[in-house]
């Protein structure tokens, strides 16, 4: 059985950076295709990062390109997002979550469609904010 959990959001200043992890169960993490999503109040929820392990491509939205990257750590079955550069606008709730291979659709049009999604966390709330 699948299962995500998010942890190591929180309080940050604008400029900090942060951690989150993904635990995983039920996944080869050399396989994983995994997405990292958003949702702020009153606002849809952005596909922000976005990776297929299977073929290496990967999408980023613009509003990370730069401050994101994405690692993962295969014994402790987790994947790690790290964003720097903080700024009050990335407030929201960060979620990840995977798909079955094989996708039906480019990893940049998976990323922009979160219905597609298979198996989701339940979230960690991060705000930026002095």
């Known amino acids: 059985q699948v299962q995500l959990v998010e942890s190591g959001g929180g309080l940050v200043q604008p400029g900090g950076s942060l951690r989150l992890s993904c635990a995983t169960s039920g996944l080869t993490l050399d396989k994983i295709i995994i997405g990292w999503f958003r949702q702020a109040p009153a606002k849809e929820s952005e596909g922000i990062s976005c990776i297929n392990n299977n073929d290496g491509n990967t999408h980023s939205a613009d509003s990370v390109k730069g401050r994101l990257t994405i690692s993962r750590d295969n014994a402790k079955n987790a994947v790690y997002m790290h964003m720097n550069s903080l700024k009050p606008e990335d407030t929201a709730v960060y979620y990840c979550?995977?798909?079955?291979?094989?996708?039906?659709?480019?990893?940049?049009?998976?990323?922009?469609?979160?219905?597609?999604?298979?198996?989701w966390g339940q979230g960690t709330q991060v705000t930026v904010s002095s």
């Open positions: 979550a995977t798909v079955h291979p094989p996708l039906v659709q480019t990893i940049a049009t998976m990323c922009k469609w979160p219905h597609l999604w298979d198996h």
